[in-house]
């Protein structure tokens, strides 16, 4: 079984995030990278997947710079057997959008052979949520999105995702996509074996085939700024004036 | 014809029990304002046959798309889209509005790669502008703030909760009742994914993200059972309870409850953070709430630099005081 993980190296969620100068990405100062910590849980879950399955393989796929080789880097020494770079000359991302990334993905994934394409729900930077989805339509292939468990039965795959507040239990045969959610499991760290290993391996470098963007980011900003916090004072007989302040200040209660 | 008044605008209405979710009828109230600004009609979709006469009440909408096939009484992606794209042909519609939760985000990529286009997801402006759309969305959380313009349209929009008023507290009823448009019967069999089963366990009553109120806990609250402090001040005030990622990676509360760059990004009109110190990528997932209230034991607690009102004081004295002079008023 083929097992595909898109990847996206994205900022680390304590990384504090400015515009650059031009106000249309962030300053990458100061700020570490890493694979996005939710396609790290669909990672975590393919290869318990493959070596559970025999026969199978992860292949660790990541369109981006070539700075995205360091979590297809990071992706090898977790365990998956083989990485591919979509190579597209772009800064850190801002300006794909995510019907760019589901067809660059989709077109590079239509020439493979293809059983699942396991990637996180959303990626922690843009927050778009929907490249799975957007992926799984083009190529015309069943989706099972936000998964916290996933069992293979011998012939399909079958996922619990949680919709309007309940458990719903799905299956669907391969070929077919799914998306992680928290919870699902907790990834391993690299083993040191593991890092040597990737050391020794090549990342497949391919171009990316870009589509035209439908989105056009116009400027990026700081968020707005919070007035600054009032203290009420210590302890319970604080209460009083907090319950005075919600209901004619803040008007909340 | 003039492409302005081409725009027309299509709905999903999502419900739960046959009524309309708040974060759909935000979704609408964003149509409407988009179709007074100078976009076209509005319709909306609702396919559970249990909501369609909340849908139907709704006037002021040109059009409603149904169903009354029992396949849409539980979520399936594969109907839904292809009821969706249906609707959305036969009503020339431009623009897709759908509420940003799990379902949203799941029909919305469908969509949009059956369209053509992408997603401007989770947007929390939007405006009709040239004949295209302009949103603007926090990224990173909420980390920052970016503006996208569509290039062209079709356009396929994701609406956060609680960024819009309520459809129905300014809504306004039209003279006329909107068409009902039945969608062709869904082909079950060409379904491929099969969902087997539905269990309600541990079931909220309002999802984290439309919650008007969120009490949220932290580590300061010293272990799972003492959750029962926030679970009482949230029944007070009418609200629901979140965590921070300490506490739901410890396993004290589910993953569901977590807020955060990793978990849930939320805007009630008030937070109240109780013994949580604040990470940044937990700041990121809430500092957009209207009012927040801190209480924490630390006075450089960095959830007291983005809190509106702080308490400086131990949670198991501060909360209960609380619960107590609210059950009591």
Known sequence: MKIWVPIKRVPDTTARIRPDKSGKNIDPADIKFVINPYDEYALEESLVLRDKIPGSEVIAVSLGPAEAGTVLRQALAMGADRAVLLEASLPIGLEIDNAQAGAALAGYLQTQPVDLIFLGRIAVDLQSGVVGSWLARQLGIPRITEVIKVEWTGERFRAQHLVRGQVEVVEAAPPLVLTAQKGLNEPRYPPLKGILAAKKKTIETVPAQMSEAALELVEIEPPPARQPVKILGHGPEAVPELIRLLRTEAKVL | ?329
Request: glycine share 10%; net charge neutral.
């Open chain 2, 1 to 329: 014809m003039s492409p302005m008044n081409d725009a027309n605008i299509l709905v999903y209405l999502e419900s739960v029990e046959g009524q309309v979710r708040k974060a759909s009828r935000e979704a609408l109230a964003l149509a409407a304002a988009l179709s007074r600004s100078g976009c076209g009609k509005v319709a909306a979709a609702v396919l559970d046959p249990l909501a369609r006469e909340a849908a139907a009440a709704l006037r002021g909408l040109d059009q409603v798309y149904f169903s009354p096939h029992r396949l849409f009484q539980h979520y399936h992606n594969e109907a839904f889209e292809k009821a969706l794209l249906q609707a959305a042909e036969d009503f020339r519609a431009r623009i897709v509005i759908l509420a940003s939760n799990e379902i949203g985000r799941d029909l919305a990529g469908g969509l949009a790669a059956a369209l053509g286009t992408a997603v401007a997801a989770d947007v929390t402006q939007v405006s009709f502008e040239g004949g295209t759309v302009a949103v603007r969305r926090p990224i990173y959380a909420g980390k920052a703030m970016a503006a996208f313009r569509f290039r062209r349209l079709p356009a396929v929009i994701t609406v956060r909760p609680n960024a819009f008023a309520d459809v129905l507290a300014g809504w306004t009823p039209g003279a006329a009742a909107p068409a009902l448009v039945e969608l062709p019967e869904p082909a079950e069999a060409q379904l491929r994914a099969r969902v087997l089963e539905t269990t309600a366990a541990g079931r909220k009553k309002t999802d984290l993200t439309e919650a008007d109120i969120i009490v949220s806990g932290g580590r300061g609250l010293k272990g799972p059972e003492n959750f029962q402090i926030l679970e009482e001040l949230a029944d007070v005030l009418g609200g629901v309870v979140g965590a921070s990622r300490a506490v739901c990676d410890a396993g004290w509360r589910p993953h569901s409850d977590q807020v955060g760059q990793t978990g849930k990004t939320v805007s009630p009109k008030l937070y109240i953070a109780c013994g949580l110190s604040g990470a940044i990528q937990h700041l990121a997932g809430m500092s957009s709430s209207k009012c927040i209230v801190a209480i924490n034991k630390d006075p450089n607690a960095p959830i007291l630099q983005v809190a509106t009102y702080g308490i400086v004081g131990d949670l198991f004295e501060v909360v209960p005081a609380l619960t107590q002079k609210l059950g009591t008023e």
